[in-house]
């Protein structure tokens, strides 16, 4: 891989600095361990310490307590004992939840059993008091019990201060070893940075030095020196290899000189011959040039015309495209009323068809009347035939109550009022026949009215159809013309490019002409000076002999 010398002197600074952040992480952990250590005798065997004194004086305030009720009998002090017996019992807890040491387990322990005791025998001490016994005894177990406590909490406080003295101790050492660590760490991070700071330079100064003194040699002239050989990839390897490229160059240089000059001044003794040749060509020259000058007047002449026409070729063509751009505005405009009246063609042939419809459906209808009207003439008849056969049976009736005197004169009356009801129902079956008989009539009139304007219509539809037919051509033939003539303008912007491209080539070779016809004119006059210079020549081609010999004098200072 290759590195620069910036990327090696971050890769070594950057492992001096990753050793000191080694040596701050080492640090800062040493640190904080110390500092939780210190925290944890504050925070657990302080308190353990302070637990214990706390249940020293909850029990003496136990006691006295005690003492209160037996001389006061105040009944606040029951309560006082129950509350210390409470406090001191979260106390001996969380003392024991907080203690890891079985030593003093077994003491805390003991502690609790003790204070169980204890208040057992305050308790005694009540009920013999209320009950108004002698009290001497339990008296007696009670200040036991509180001598063991008081012996007991004293031996579990010197036990925690020697647990804080052996962790002072401790963390005193640790510390120690820990400042001991930082140091090693520390001299080791000097003792590399060192070696790294060293070994970067000597891998860097050395290729530097045997570039400069290689430098030195070829400024001596010495430049049959060997080549460098460095495996550096980096800035200094380039130069390196810079350095090996100059060498070759500078040794094919002076060679190249070397045999330059030995040709130098062969060449300057050819050169005075050919100056004499020169200088006749300079005369043919001259004598072209003039005849290439006129041929260049009759070119820009030729151009100048082709250019004239060019432009009105130009001005015509911009015409047509106009034109051609109107014909195409006008034949989109056709194109959308053409559209447009497709389009209401289109609506007329569906309301032509929604017309047949409804004179399809009419005819039905009028149809399914007629087969009604049909059923009703025969109802009629019917109605006719019930009426003659009911008059006759009135008839009937009418001659029975005749022959039946005075007890038929009201059946007679029935039967009178009977054939009349018959009567009527007659003649109103005969004007419901009639009328059925005009409906008839009017139904088959309606038949052949609609029947003929659905003939119409369906004309109708054929003509719109052809009609919507015809757009259609129509429209196609609008959307032909557009193409071709989009096509037209397509091809008439082409030919206007042709004709501007065309245009100015001409241009340009008209002043191509005329360049070279003032060049013919300076032609002209340079010739007369290269005559003059040609005298020259030959005066400098001697100069340039001894320069020669000069260099090939300077160039032996160089060894190759």
Same mark, same amino acid.
């Given at each position: 891989?290759?590195?620069?010398?910036?990327?090696?002197?971050?890769?070594?600074?950057?492992?001096?600095?990753?050793?000191?952040?080694?040596?701050?992480?080492?640090?800062?952990?040493?640190?904080?361990?110390?500092?939780?250590?210190?925290?944890?005798?504050?925070?657990?065997?302080?308190?353990?310490?302070?637990?214990?004194?706390?249940?020293?004086?909850?029990?003496?305030?136990?006691?006295?307590?005690?003492?209160?009720?037996?001389?006061?009998?105040?009944?606040?002090?029951?309560?006082? /004992? %129950?509350?210390?017996?409470?406090? *001191?019992?979260? #106390?001996?807890?969380?003392? !024991?939840? &907080?203690?890891?040491?079985?030593? =003093?387990?077994?003491?805390?322990?003991?502690?609790?059993?003790?204070?169980?005791?204890?208040?057992?025998?305050?308790?005694?001490?009540?009920?013999?008091?209320?009950?108004?016994?002698?009290?001497?005894?339990?008296?007696?177990?009670?200040?036991?019990?509180?001598?063991?406590?008081?012996?007991?909490?004293?031996?579990?406080?010197?036990?925690?201060?020697?647990?804080?003295?052996?962790?002072?101790?401790?963390?005193?050492?640790?510390?120690?070893?820990?400042?001991?660590?930082?140091?090693?760490?520390?001299?080791?991070?000097?003792?590399?940075?060192?070696?790294?700071?060293?070994?970067?330079?000597?891998?860097?100064?050395?290729?530097?030095?045997?570039?400069?003194?290689?430098?030195?040699?070829?400024?001596?002239?010495?430049?049959?020196?060997?080549?460098?050989? /460095? %495996?550096?990839?980096?800035?200094? *390897?380039?130069? #390196?290899?810079?350095?090996? !490229?100059? &060498?070759?160059?500078?040794?094919? =240089?002076?060679?190249?000189?070397?045999?330059?000059?030995?040709?130098?001044?062969?060449?300057?003794?050819?050169?005075?011959?050919?100056?004499?040749?020169?200088?006749?060509?300079?005369?043919?020259?001259?004598?072209?040039?003039?005849?290439?000058?006129?041929?260049?007047?009759?070119?820009?002449?030729?151009?100048?015309?082709?250019?004239?026409?060019?432009?009105?070729?130009?001005?015509?063509?911009?015409?047509?495209?106009?034109?051609?751009?109107?014909?195409?505005?006008?034949?989109?405009?056709?194109?959308?009323?053409?559209?447009?009246?497709?389009?209401?063609?289109?609506?007329?042939?569906?309301?032509?068809?929604?017309?047949?419809?409804?004179?399809?459906?009419?005819?039905?209808?009028?149809?399914?009347?007629?087969?009604?009207?049909?059923?009703?003439?025969? /109802?009629?008849?019917?109605?006719?035939?019930?009426?003659?056969?009911?008059?006759?049976?009135?008839?009937?009736?009418?001659?029975?109550?005749?022959?039946?005197?005075?007890?038929?004169?009201?059946?007679?009356?029935?039967?009178?009022?009977?054939?009349?009801?018959?009567?009527?129902?007659?003649?109103?079956?005969?004007?419901?026949?009639?009328?059925?008989?005009?409906?008839?009539?009017?139904?088959?009139?309606?038949?052949?009215?609609?029947?003929?304007?659905?003939?119409?219509?369906?004309?109708?539809?054929?003509?719109?159809?052809?009609?919507?037919?015809?757009?259609?051509?129509?429209?196609?033939?609008?959307?032909?013309?557009?193409?071709?003539?989009?096509?037209?303008?397509?091809?008439?912007?082409?030919?206007?490019?042709?004709?501007?491209?065309?245009?100015?080539?001409?241009?340009?070779?008209?002043?191509?002409?005329?360049?070279?016809?003032?060049?013919?004119?300076?032609?002209?006059?340079?010739?007369?000076?290269?005559?003059?210079?040609?005298?020259?020549?030959?005066?400098?081609?001697?100069?340039?002999?001894?320069?020669?010999?000069?260099?090939?004098?300077?160039?032996?200072?160089?060894?190759?």
């Amino acid at each position: 891989m290759k590195f620069s010398i910036r990327k090696k002197l971050w890769i070594g600074f950057g492992f001096v600095l990753f050793l000191l952040l080694a040596i701050s992480i080492v640090s800062l952990f040493t640190i904080n361990d110390l500092t939780n250590r210190y925290q944890n005798i504050l925070d657990i065997e302080v308190e353990k310490i302070n637990l214990g004194k706390e249940i020293e004086i909850l029990q003496n305030e136990a006691e006295v307590s005690v003492f209160e009720y037996i001389t006061l009998e105040n009944p606040r002090s029951i309560v006082d /004992i %129950k509350n210390a017996q409470n406090d *001191g019992f979260l #106390a001996i807890a969380t003392l !024991k939840a &907080l203690t890891k040491d079985k030593s =003093i387990a077994d003491i805390i322990i003991a502690l609790e059993s003790s204070t169980s005791w204890f208040y057992k025998s305050a308790d005694q001490i009540i009920s013999l008091k209320s009950s108004g016994r002698d009290l001497s005894d339990a008296l007696n177990t009670m200040k036991e019990n509180n001598d063991t406590i008081t012996s007991q909490i004293s031996q579990l406080i010197d036990l925690e201060n020697q647990n804080i003295q052996q962790v002072k101790a401790d963390i005193n050492s640790y510390q120690a070893r820990s400042f001991i660590l930082v140091l090693i760490i520390t001299m080791i991070c000097i003792i590399l940075g060192l070696g790294i700071a060293t070994a970067m330079g000597i891998y860097i100064t050395n290729p530097i030095r045997k570039v400069t003194s290689g430098l030195e040699e070829i400024a001596k002239g010495n430049l049959s020196i060997e080549e460098l050989h /460095i %495996k550096s990839r980096d800035e200094v *390897g380039i130069m #390196a290899q810079t350095y090996n !490229k100059m &060498l070759a160059d500078l040794r094919q =240089i002076v060679q190249r000189v070397r045999d330059s000059s030995a040709h130098l001044t062969t060449s300057a003794e050819t050169l005075s011959a050919t100056s004499q040749e020169t200088l006749a060509s300079s005369q043919m020259v001259a004598t072209t040039t003039e005849k290439q000058l006129t041929t260049s007047e009759q070119q820009v002449h030729l151009m100048q015309t082709s250019v004239d026409q060019l432009e009105s070729l130009d001005s015509s063509v911009s015409q047509i495209a106009k034109s051609n751009e109107e014909m195409i505005h006008s034949t989109e405009s056709v194109h959308k009323y053409v559209v447009k009246g497709s389009e209401v063609v289109t609506e007329v042939v569906m309301q032509m068809d929604l017309i047949h419809q409804t004179f399809n459906e009419t005819t039905e209808m009028i149809k399914n009347m007629e087969t009604k009207s049909s059923a009703i003439h025969h /109802i009629t008849s019917l109605i006719t035939d019930i009426s003659e056969q009911t008059n006759l049976l009135a008839l009937n009736a009418a001659i029975e109550a005749a022959r039946a005197g005075d007890y038929g004169k009201g059946f007679a009356v029935v039967a009178n009022e009977v054939k009349k009801l018959a009567e009527q129902s007659k003649n109103s079956a005969k004007q419901i026949n009639e009328m059925v008989k005009q409906i008839q009539l009017a139904s088959m009139e309606a038949v052949q009215s609609v029947t003929n304007g659905g003939s119409k219509v369906n004309e109708g539809i054929n003509k719109t159809q052809e009609s919507l037919q015809v757009f259609t051509n129509v429209k196609d033939s609008v959307n032909d013309v557009i193409i071709k003539a989009e096509t037209v303008t397509n091809a008439i912007r082409e030919i206007k490019q042709l004709t501007n491209s065309v245009k100015e080539s001409i241009i340009r070779v008209q002043a191509y002409a005329k360049d070279v016809a003032s060049l013919s004119n300076e032609t002209s006059a340079a010739t007369e000076q290269h005559l003059q210079a040609n005298e020259e020549i030959a005066f400098n081609s001697q100069s340039l002999t001894k320069l020669a010999e000069t260099l090939q004098i300077e160039v032996r200072h160089f060894n190759l």
